[in-house]
C-alpha cells in the first residue's frame, strides 16, 4: 500500500476520534446544563436561576407553543418563579446535544422530554441555550424553546 495513503487514513481516523471527544468546556457546559436540569425538580426556579444563570437586563426566556403563542420571561419574572416542581412526579430528558463554542461564549441545542406524571402531561420541546463564561464558570444567559 502506498503510505500517503496510510497516513492519510491514519489522519482520518486520529481527527475522527478527536472530533467525537468533547472539549474541556464542552464537558463543563454540558454538566452546568445537567446539574440545572436535576435542581429543576428540587428547589424554586428563582433559586437555579440565581446559581446557575447570568442574571441582567438582557436575560430572558422564551417559549413558543405548538399554536404559535409565545411567551417571554424576564429577569425580574424569572426571579418570581418560587414554586418548586414535584421532583418525583417530574421527569426531564435531554438529548442530541449539539455545541458550538466561540471562545467566551456558546450555543447549545438539545431536544427535551418533560413528563408531568401526576397531570399525565407530557411536553416535547427543540431548545437553545446561549451560555457565557464568567469567572471561569459558564453560565446560562438566555433560554428558547420550541414546543412540539
Not at 495513503?5 to 481516523?13: D, Q
Not at 422564551?62 to 421532583?87: A, V
Amino acid at each position: 500500500m502506498n503510505k500517503k495513503y496510510i497516513a492519510t487514513v491514519v489522519f482520518m481516523a486520529v481527527s475522527a476520534f478527536l472530533l467525537a471527544q468533547n472539549s474541556p468546556d464542552e464537558k463543563a457546559i454540558l454538566q452546568v446544563i445537567q446539574q440545572e436540569t436535576e435542581d429543576f425538580t428540587k428547589m424554586p426556579f428563582a433559586d437555579v436561576a440565581q446559581k446557575y444563570w447570568i442574571l441582567d437586563e438582557k436575560t430572558f426566556i422564551c417559549t413558543i407553543d405548538p399554536d404559535g403563542s409565545c411567551s417571554i420571561l424576564k429577569m425580574e419574572q424569572i426571579l418570581s418563579q418560587t414554586e418548586i416542581m414535584p421532583h418525583e412526579k417530574t421527569k426531564v430528558e435531554k438529548t442530541e446535544f449539539k455545541v458550538f463554542l466561540s471562545g467566551n461564549n456558546a450555543t447549545v441545542y438539545h431536544h427535551q422530554l418533560v413528563k408531568l406524571e401526576a397531570e399525565g402531561i407530557i411536553i416535547r420541546s427543540h431548545e437553545v441555550r446561549n451560555m457565557e463564561k464568567v469567572g471561569g464558570e459558564w453560565k446560562i444567559h438566555t433560554s428558547s424553546g420550541v414546543k412540539y
